[in-house]
């Protein structure tokens, strides 16, 4: 077993021999991969032993989407588990999809079966569809090694072919990766954005999942835009439909889930520094919803009508917004910076941005803070003017 087709493969790898190896290499570093290799293929296929060791490797890539323990027994591809959807990110929708009634899904474009395990997970029978032989069968061997396999019916096959009536709501995740990387214009999606919708459109409930810079404007009226973050990092935006939430705008932070709903509030006005700076979470600010974010805070305005920088006098607690006190405010030097940070004896320097074309990495550089003090400096425009405020974070209760 040399050059086998990577299905051939990982069928072997599904054998009692391959599963031995699969247990056999478990946890290797990449340091003691070579070694490892050498004394196996003594007594095992070359191309069995590179498999395993293969899977190996994805496995400790899924752990932070999977976690420790699914990820140890489930199997993936590179574009699987580059694509999958995170577990508390696919456990948070199939969740809403439960509270919506739904019972049955067709999660059209599976891949490896992120959010397929997630619905069944929380009861749902799921029709699981992807084309790609190699990735339908990895899916069909990830509901088996958790035990889903009575809730997930594995279909290989085209999504445009496939017939959905019967099911209470369709997911479409479509690739959004071809040959050259990321697509960004939705109708490069495989399949296109324009046919997930007719797919949604036709179904009793629907969500799609798509990227969260998503322009407002491609929403289609009939959809409630939803933008998702997990720890601070955007993840994805889903389209539902058929929740009578037609039109709506959310940010949903995870974990929690904590969810701000927009309520077409006007932009805050823009005021001048207070004590306190406000970064919002990435969701909040690519839901456009950062009027609502300032709304609960008491006196938020903008730093510039520009930037999504909130200020306040006050501290709020907010899980919208991380919180930090503002100590200095200056107009924009690289010399008055490092100035302030000897006064202030500051040796670790955390860089943030918006509105600068300042690289962090060069400016932490230039500056080289040295001493026993940490600090933020946020690189934005003040009412127009580049400006640095120099603070730290504030915990707050939320
Ligand atoms: C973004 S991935 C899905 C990831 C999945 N939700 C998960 O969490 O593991 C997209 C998948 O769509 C599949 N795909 C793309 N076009 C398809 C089509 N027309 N029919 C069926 N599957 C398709 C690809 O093979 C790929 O596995």
Redesign the pocket.
């Known amino acids: 077993m040399n050059d086998l087709d990577p299905l051939t493969s990982f069928a072997a790898l599904l054998t009692s021999e391959g599963r031995a190896l699969l247990d056999e290499v478990r946890g290797t570093e990449p340091a003691q991969e070579l070694a490892v290799a050498t004394r196996l293929r003594r007594g095992h296929p070359v191309g069995l032993v590179s498999a395993a060791l293969g899977q190996a490797r994805l496995r400790q890539r899924a752990v932070a989407k999977f976690g420790a323990a699914d990820a140890a027994g489930m199997f993936f591809t590179p574009?699987?588990v580059e694509?999958?959807?995170r577990a508390s990110v696919?456990a948070y929708r199939a969740a809403r999809f439960r509270e919506l009634g739904v019972r049955s899904v067709a999660?059209?474009?599976?891949?490896?079966?992120?959010?397929a395990i997630a619905l069944a997970r929380a009861g749902i029978r799921v029709l699981a569809?992807?084309?790609?032989p190699l990735?339908a069968a990895v899916a069909r061997a990830n509901a088996e090694a958790l035990g889903l396999d009575e809730l997930i019916e594995v279909r290989e096959?085209?999504?445009?072919e496939v017939d959905t009536a019967g099911y209470d709501a369709v997911f479409v995740?479509?690739?959004?990766r071809g040959g050259r990387g990321r697509i960004f214009d939705p109708e490069g999606y495989?399949?296109p954005l324009s046919w997930a919708v007719r797919a949604a459109r036709a179904a009793p409930v629907a969500a799609l999942?798509i990227a969260p810079g998503i322009p407002h404007e491609a929403v289609p009226a009939d959809a409630g835009a939803e933008w998702i973050s997990d720890s601070g990092d955007v993840k994805e935006a889903v389209l539902w439909f058929g929740t009578r939430e037609a039109g709506s705008v959310r940010a949903t932070l995870l974990p929690g889930p904590r969810t701000l709903l927009g309520c077409g509030l006007p932009d805050p006005a823009v005021r001048p520094v207070g004590r306190f700076l406000y970064e919002p979470d990435g969701a909040v600010i690519r839901a456009h919803l950062v009027a609502e974010a300032a709304a609960e805070l008491d006196g938020g305005g903008l730093v510039d009508e520009t930037i999504a920088y909130i200020t306040a006098d006050s501290t709020t607690a907010t899980p919208y917004a991380t919180a930090y006190e503002i100590t200095d405010q200056l107009p924009f030097g690289v010399k008055k910076l490092k100035a302030l940070l000897r006064q202030r004896e500051v040796g670790i320097l955390t860089v943030k941005k918006r509105g600068s074309a300042v690289e962090p990495e060069e400016l932490r550089r230039k500056v080289k803070p040295q001493g026993p003090h940490s600090a933020t400096v946020f690189l934005t425009r003040v009412q127009g003017a580049p400006t640095m405020l120099l603070g730290h974070p504030v915990a707050l209760d939320t």
């Open positions: 574009n699987g694509q999958s959807t696919a999660d059209l474009c599976c891949g490896i079966g992120g959010d569809v992807d084309r790609d990735t096959a085209d999504v445009t995740d479509p690739g959004r495989s399949p999942k």
